[in-house]
């Protein structure tokens, strides 16, 4: 599917300047309100990936927050969040920010508001401010069901988002819950159909037990939620699809986690009624079950 760009925002403030945003939500946002977005599906942003318009001649490292204050919940819903003692190291020749999972997914009326703050640290002279204020985008000017890309002009560098705006779209967590004796390399990643940019779910060693990870993402409601997890040289397959559960699953057990693996996806379609699926290795035995909430 081709890129898009996107033209224009309608507000833009830097820090300093006064800058208000008077369009959020403030009705009953309690889930058994009527009108309550996952009550439901709605029109909802999946951001794919956040870089530097340009490729680094050095190595960088980047703090503060990036997120969103959508249409039903005026708080900060954070995409990029880090503090200046665990800022992101960006590599030369890299430009991609590692984003991590909304708290929430976002949903969207006509207009939603982009809250930044990013500094670039410095050893031995004064922070760089690398973009700091609010953009407000206005979707009419966007479209729905196309990739797009806003651009984000700061002082010393330009920022890239990829994302899409879906309509009829529903809630979806993804969770994966491991235990590996042994450190082991693992990437997972998310796509839906129409869009063939991934969504970075996990990237890096995991040794221990537990969680590996909690991700939220946007899914149009007849459309199906694929995950891959790549390691070494295996890779695993998952299809999800609300109303109707586990599609493809591996039928082995994934290699390397020696006591379980379990992957879990609901969907938030009726209020806390969601429809939920799992994909389960203990002691290698697979399972697939509905998970009754």
């Known amino acids: 599917m081709p890129l898009r760009v996107l033209p224009i925002v309608t507000t833009y403030c830097v820090s300093g300047h006064d800058c208000y945003h008077v369009r959020h939500w403030t009705g009953d946002t309690s889930e058994t309100a009527p009108d309550h977005p ?3 599906p709605s029109e909802m942003m999946q951001v794919f990936s956040l870089g530097l318009s340009s490729p680094l001649a050095r190595p960088i490292n980047i703090y503060g927050w990036f997120s ?14 880090r503090s200046r ?50 953009v407000e985008i206005d979707t009419s000017w966007a479209g729905f069901g196309s990739i797009l890309m806003a651009l984000f002009q700061g002082e010393c560098h330009g920022l890239d988002m990829i994302f ?34 991934e ?32 390691m070494d040289d295996y890779t695993y397959k998952w299809t999800f699809k609300a109303g109707v559960g586990v599609v493809l699953a591996p039928e082995h057990p994934v290699s390397g986690f020696t006591e379980y693996f379990v992957m879990n ?14 994909w389960s290795c203990i002691c290698n035995d697979v399972c697939v079950s509905k998970l009754c909430l």
């Not at 009829?168 to 129409?194: H, N």
């Not at 996806?265 to 799992?278: D, L």
Request: aromatic letters at 12%.
């Open 164 to 197: 899409a705006l879906l309509g009829d779209s529903i809630e979806t967590v993804i969770e994966a819950k491991a235990e590996a004796k042994q450190p082991l390399d693992v990437r997972i990643s998310a796509s839906t159909s129409g869009f063939d940019e």
């Open 199 to 230: 969504i970075s779910l996990y990237d890096g060693k995991f040794c221990g037990s537990g969680s590996m990870f909690k991700h939220i993402v946007a899914v149009k409601k007849q459309e199906e939620l694929c995950v891959v997890l790549k």
């Open 85 to 134: 003692d665990d800022p992101a190291m960006i590599s030369h020749g890299c430009s991609f920010l590692p984003l991590r999972s909304p708290c929430r997914g976002i949903f969207v009326s006509q207009f939603f508001l982009m809250d930044i703050n990013l500094m670039i640290k410095e050893e031995g002279s004064p922070d760089k401010q690398l973009f700091s204020g609010y």
């Open 68 to 81: 969103v204050r959508d249409g039903w919940e005026p708080l900060r819903n954070y995409l990029f969040n």
């Open 38 to 40: 996952y009550f439901v």
């Open 265 to 278: 996806v609901s969907f938030r379609t009726r209020g806390k009624a969601a429809s939920a699926w799992q």
